[in-house]
C-alpha cells in the first residue's frame, strides 16, 4: 500500500522515521524502503529485547540510525532531532502499542508526507476513543490501547 501511495505523491528526501521498529524487519513499515529502494531512515525502539534484535539486523548499516528509547510526547522532538532526521521527510511510523496518539499530537516540528499510525479498530468510526496517557504504558494484549481511527482523523 506503501509503495502505491509514493507513486501518487512522489518521495522527495528518501527518508522515513520507525517509532516501535521492533527488530527492524518483521511487520515494518519501512524495512521495504531501506531494504529495496535505497532509502535512509532512522529506528527507535523501547524494548531492550526487540533493540538487541533490531541491533542484530541494521547495526552497522550507513543508511540506518537506530537509537534505543521510549518514544514520549514529552521526548519525540528531541529524540528526532538527535537522530539528525530531516525536517521534512517522507515517512514516519508509529506503532508504540498505546500512546501513539499523543506522540503524533506532540510532533510539531517535523513534516513527513506520509504518516502511518497504528489504531484500535475496536472501536468504529464515528465512534472516537483515545486511551489515557500513561508513560509506563506496556500493551497487555487486551483491547485497551492507542485511539480509534476517528480520533486519528480528527487529530
Given at each position: 500500500m506503501l509503495e502505491r501511495i509514493f507513486e501518487r505523491v512522489p518521495p522527495s528526501t528518501r527518508y522515513c522515521v520507525e517509532f516501535g521498529a521492533s527488530d527492524g524487519l518483521r511487520n515494518s513499515n519501512?524495512?521495504?524502503?531501506?531494504?529495496?529502494?535505497?532509502w535512509s531512515g532512522a529506528f527507535?525502539?523501547?524494548?531492550?529485547?526487540?533493540?538487541?534484535?533490531?541491533?542484530t539486523n541494521w547495526g552497522g548499516q550507513q543508511h540506518v540510525k537506530i537509537h534505543k528509547a521510549m518514544v514520549l510526547p514529552d521526548?519525540?522532538?528531541?529524540?528526532?532531532?538527535?537522530?539528525s532526521v530531516p525536517q521534512r521527510f517522507d515517512?514516519?511510523?508509529?506503532?508504540i502499542d498505546g500512546n501513539g496518539y499523543w506522540v503524533w499530537q506532540?510532533?510539531?516540528r517535523?513534516?513527513?508526507q506520509v504518516v502511518v499510525v497504528e489504531y484500535n479498530p475496536y472501536y468504529e468510526p464515528p465512534q472516537r476513543w483515545v486511551m489515557k496517557f500513561n508513560p509506563d504504558h506496556e500493551w497487555d494484549g487486551s483491547t485497551y490501547y492507542g485511539a480509534s481511527l476517528e480520533s486519528l482523523f480528527w487529530l
Open positions: 519501512t524495512a521495504r524502503f531501506l531494504l529495496e529502494h535505497g527507535l525502539e523501547g524494548s531492550d529485547h526487540r533493540f538487541g534484535r533490531l541491533q521526548n519525540v522532538e528531541t529524540l528526532v532531532d538527535e537522530l515517512l514516519l511510523s508509529i506503532d506532540a510532533v510539531q517535523f513534516r513527513p
